[in-house]
């Protein structure tokens, strides 16, 4: 089942202004990524965030992380067009075969000039 | 750098029919994984490999096999195509076990079944 659940499903904003987005998560995790999908390609990796870090910056991008909470969220600090992409958060999942990631189901993503 | 080549792109079948997607990966990693991504369900793993013959179950496995005969190969085949196999597939690749690194994805695979 899935891990991860992104809020919201959509969101529609102008250039220049800053989007949120939030994902949530039930199991204990070591690390969580954010991942961007433009149109008609494949998941671009965009930032990883580790379960003792609160707060990580990359560019544009802030991600903050909540282990007794169980969420995270992915914040694009003054918004272009060319972020219009849907994003989905990951966490990790280990077994006896391995480790692999479950993904959330995304927010899409509209910056309208 | 190609990174992860995924072929072919697009693909329709009839049900019953069978076909194999390959994905191929240059940077030498150790694990590669198959995903499905479907309107509204996010991207759901089907296998995965931890290494040159090995392969494990992901998520949704049933009506799919995998190999990886070759470390820089993975395939998923479909025996006999059914209509809910309809789906964009994704491959990914990642150096190695360590949940600290990225995964790497190829462009997809649309794949139809009528």
């Known amino acids: 089942s899935q891990q991860g659940e992104e809020d919201p499903q959509a969101l529609s904003i102008q250039e220049g202004e800053n989007a949120t987005m939030n994902c949530s998560y039930k199991?204990?995790?070591?690390?969580l990524q954010w991942y961007r999908q433009n149109s008609g390609r494949g998941l671009v990796h965009l930032i990883l965030?580790?379960?003792?870090?609160r707060e990580k910056h990359s560019g544009r991008l802030r991600v903050t992380l909540d282990t007794s909470k169980k969420s995270s969220s992915l914040l694009i600090t003054a918004s272009r067009a060319a972020d219009t992409a849907s994003y989905f958060c990951?966490?990790?999942?280990?077994?006896?075969?391995?480790?692999?990631?479950?993904f959330g189901k995304g927010t899409s993503l509209l910056v309208t000039p | 750098n190609a990174g992860v080549t995924q072929t072919p792109k697009f693909r329709v079948l009839k049900t019953g029919q069978s076909m194999t997607l390959l994905c191929a990966q240059d940077?030498?990693?150790?694990?590669m994984y198959w995903y499905r991504q479907d309107p509204g369900m996010g991207l759901r793993l089907i296998h995965y490999?931890?290494?040159?013959?090995?392969?494990a179950k992901g998520e949704v496995p049933d009506g799919y096999n995998v190999s990886r005969l070759k470390k820089q190969n993975f395939l998923l085949g479909l025996e006999s195509a059914a209509p809910s196999q309809t789906s964009v597939y994704f491959c990914?690749?990642?150096?190695?076990?360590?949940?600290?690194?990225?995964?790497?994805f190829g462009d997809g695979t649309r794949l139809s079944i009528l």
């Open positions: 990914a690749s990642s150096p190695t076990g360590n949940s600290n690194q990225p995964q790497h």
């Open positions: 199991t204990s995790i070591n690390n």
């Open positions: 965030i580790r379960s003792n870090e």
């Open positions: 990951a966490t990790d999942v280990y077994s006896n075969s391995g480790y692999a990631l479950n």
């Open positions: 940077m030498n990693h150790e694990y």
């Open positions: 490999s931890v290494g040159e013959g090995t392969t």
